[in-house]
Antibody, heavy 119, light 106 residues
């Protein structure tokens, strides 16, 4: 059973860079599309984007100017960076596994990590 | 972006009740809809994909139906462990988008 684990700072200063890594265990990154999603406290879910194991990315247009995703197949990890953060970026961030294509259900989710943007 | 509208946003039901949640897409998404269950403090869990296919290991009391723009999620007999917020998601087009959620309480 694949397990996804997010890691990274829980506190980021305004205008700074939010950086998270997802480590995959119990499965290989060398297939499927891998997503980042977020959920502000008490609110709904937002898809940030996804990346294939070959490095092909798809971003939500609402965040595209600030988001970069990358994949490290040697470490079975993928990552997200979000620049110029504000309080509106405070959320629980989830990494997840999708399907073979860039569009598909979100099959497996990490437990999530809360990132707070505050000085 | 495809907008997903869920209703109701919250509901209260009794153990054993049949619970139905609706999800409407702003355009035709064929069968490309999934349903998730999220319990407080936990990550969402995939229950239904392709509108009506039940994910492996999910109890048979959960079901989904619909196609095009109108979809329905049903719990045939509500159990105490089903207390959660349920979300629909379309994956017909990028960006992937979610409904606003339906909170089920007893």
């Amino acid at each position: 059973q694949v397990v996804l684990q997010e890691s990274g700072p829980g506190l980021v200063i305004p205008s700074g860079i939010l950086s998270l890594t997802c480590t995959i265990s119990g499965g290989s990154i060398n297939r499927y599309h891998w997503s980042w999603l977020r959920q502000p406290p008490g609110k709904g879910l937002e898809w940030i984007g996804n990346i294939s194991y070959t490095g092909t990315t798809n971003y939500n247009p609402s965040l595209k100017s600030r988001v970069t995703m990358s994949v490290d197949t040697s470490r079975n990890q993928f990552s997200v960076k979000l620049t110029s953060v504000t309080a509106a970026d405070t959320a629980v961030y989830y990494c997840a596994r999708g399907g073979d294509g860039s569009k598909g259900p979100t099959v497996h989710w990490g437990q999530g990590t809360l990132v707070t943007v505050s000085s | 972006d495809i907008q997903m509208t869920q209703s109701p946003s919250s509901l209260s039901a009794s153990v054993g009740d049949r619970v139905t949640i609706s999800c409407q897409a702003s355009q035709d998404i064929s069968k490309y809809l999934s349903w998730y269950q999220q319990k407080p403090g936990k990550a969402p869990k995939l229950l239904i994909y392709d509108a009506s296919n039940v994910e492996t290991g999910v109890p048979s009391r959960f079901s989904g139906s619909g196609s095009g723009t109108d979809f329905t999620f049903t719990i045939s007999s509500l159990q105490p462990e089903d207390i959660a917020t349920y979300y629909c998601q379309q994956y017909d087009d990028l960006p992937l988008t979610f409904g606003g959620g339906s909170k089920v309480e007893i």
